[in-house]
Structures are given as structure tokens and as C-alpha cells.
């Protein structure tokens, strides 16, 4: 017999992974500007992002930022300029021609994606608060907190490649200096957004 708390959260984390936010604007700029190689190592390094941070909900660290006012403040901080900054970039090279090397691409990538979560307290908040609802009297936490973490990882690798292989396919489309050009300059105005957001949120 499926566990009724294991299907509800099931329901719920798939709508918040296919909630667009910031790690979907972020595969898709690096999909477009970099290819799906790149979409995909910026996936993974959002997925590790997300591990870290189950983890030490599990553990309990998570439960520093959620007390300590100081240590969300520079964590939020340093997540809010790094996604500002990352937004900037694109504002600022939309269009222009850049050299493709796919090893320096693909290590940038993964580094956007694994900072982008790494540095958003509300990242460790989420698990730290979400996880133990679905978690019954008597269950062991570590090892549901881990599974249900895992199902959500596993989620949001599954969409976030679904959404960097939709894109990528339709690169004659998209693949338009004119439509690329477009595409880099609204995802990254939204991460810029999403940075100024993150650094007016409080815990």
C-alpha cells in the first residue's frame, strides 16, 4: 500500500518543479547561448546544489540560517549578487559572437548552477521546513528526509533536461542571432530580477 504522505508530497513536488524560477531561466540561457551539453551540466549542478542542502536539512546544519540572522543575511547576499551577476553577463554579451569551447562552457555551467543553489539560503529553508511535514511520528528522519529529497532532485534533473532538450531541438528557430539574442537579454533580465528578489527576502 502506497504511504499516503509520500504520494501528496509526490503531487506537490512535481508543481514546484515545474514552477519556472531561476534554475529554469538559467538552463535555458546556457541551452540557447551554450547548447545542450552545457544545459545539462548546469542541471546537474543545480541537482548537486539541491543534494547539499537536503543534506544538511537532514543533519540539521540548514537550522543555523534558520536561526541565525547573521549567517542568512551573507549567505542571501552573496546568492542574490552571484544571480545579479550571472544575469548582467548575459544582458551584457547577448549577441555577441564568442568562441565556443565546450570544456571552459561546460565548467561554467556546472558552477552556475551548483552557486546559483549553493548560495540561496531559501534553498535550505525549503527542505528544512517542506521535508519534515511528510515526515510521520516514529519514522527515522534522516533516511525519509534523504528519500524525499531524492524524489525531488530526481524531479527536477528529469524536467529541467526534458525542458534543455525541447529547446535545444528547435535550434533553427531559436538558433536565430535575432531570437538568441532576445532569449539571453529576458533570461537574464529575469535572473537579474530573481537576484533582487533573493536580497530583499527575509527568512
Known amino acids: 500500500m502506497l504511504d499516503p504522505q509520500l504520494v501528496a508530497f509526490i503531487g506537490i513536488a512535481a508543481l514546484l518543479t515545474i514552477t519556472p524560477g531561476a534554475d529554469t531561466a538559467l538552463v535555458t540561457k546556457n541551452a540557447i547561448t551554450r547548447g545542450r551539453p552545457a544545459a545539462f551540466r548546469t542541471t546537474l549542478g543545480i541537482c548537486l546544489g539541491c543534494l547539499v542542502h537536503s543534506v544538511g536539512s537532514a543533519l540539521g546544519l540548514s537550522a543555523i540560517l534558520a536561526s541565525s540572522a547573521r549567517a542568512f543575511e551573507i549567505v ?13 553577463q548575459g544582458l551584457m ?106 536580497a530583499l527576502a527575509r527568512r
Not at 76 to 88: D, E, R, S, V
Not at 132 to 139: L, V
Open 76 to 88: 542571501k547576499w552573496m546568492g542574490a549578487a552571484y544571480l545579479a551577476w550571472i544575469g548582467i
Open 93 to 198: 554579451a547577448s549577441g555577441a559572437a564568442r568562441p565556443a569551447v565546450e570544456a571552459r562552457a561546460s565548467r561554467a555551467s556546472f558552477a552556475e548552477g551548483l552557486f546559483t543553489n549553493l548560495l540561496n539560503p531559501k534553498v535550505a529553508l525549503f527542505y528544512l521546513t517542506f521535508l519534515p511535514q511528510f515526515i510521520g511520528p516514529g519514522e527515522p528522519v534522516l533516511q525519509k528526509s534523504v528519500l524525499l529529497a531524492s524524489i525531488h532532485i530526481l524531479m527536477g534533473l528529469v524536467w529541467l533536461t526534458l525542458v534543455a532538450h525541447f529547446l535545444t531541438s528547435l535550434g533553427g528557430a531559436l538558433g536565430r542571432p535575432a531570437v538568441r539574442r532576445r532569449i539571453e537579454q529576458v533570461t537574464g533580465a529575469l535572473l537579474v530580477a530573481l537576484g533582487v528578489r533573493l
